[in-house]
């Protein structure tokens, strides 16, 4: 079974940068787009980011488009969310994911395995 573990969470002030890592255990990872996702209070979960199995395709949110950086390493098994200019509506628990997919594509949906979120706050 695929397990995801997220780490790099925390407090951050408003402009300022974070960085989430995702490692990825248990299952073939090139088998797997991967996806962040964020639950503020209150609020669903949305859809953040995805990167597909061989990278070349990226997706992201109209609101973190220009900030966000999604990148993956097919070596170590691990996804990264670059986080910048952040602003306090970037408040949320964000969760890495992973799906499935027969081709080489970066969904917005659909993600079976999840992790167990990494907080981020940030301060005005």
């Known amino acids: 079974q695929l397990q995801l573990v997220e780490s790099g969470g925390g407090l951050a002030q408003a402009g300022g940068s974070l960085t989430l890592s995702c490692a990825a255990s248990g299952r073939p990872f090139t088998d797997y787009a991967m996806g962040w996702f964020r639950e503020a209070p209150g609020k669903e979960r949305e859809f953040v980011a995805s990167?597909?199995?061989?990278?070349?395709?990226?997706n992201y949110a109209d609101s973190v488009k220009r900030r966000f950086t999604i990148s993956r390493d097919n070596v170590r098994n691990t996804v990264s969310l670059q986080m910048t200019h952040l602003k306090p509506e970037d408040t949320a628990l964000y969760y890495c994911?992973?799906?499935?997919?027969?081709?080489?594509?970066?969904?917005?949906?659909?993600?079976?395995?999840w992790g167990q979120g990494t907080q981020v706050t940030v301060s005005s």
């Open positions: 994911a992973a799906r499935g997919t027969a081709t080489d594509f970066a969904p917005a949906r659909d993600y079976f395995h």
């Open positions: 990167i597909s199995r061989a990278a070349r395709f990226t």
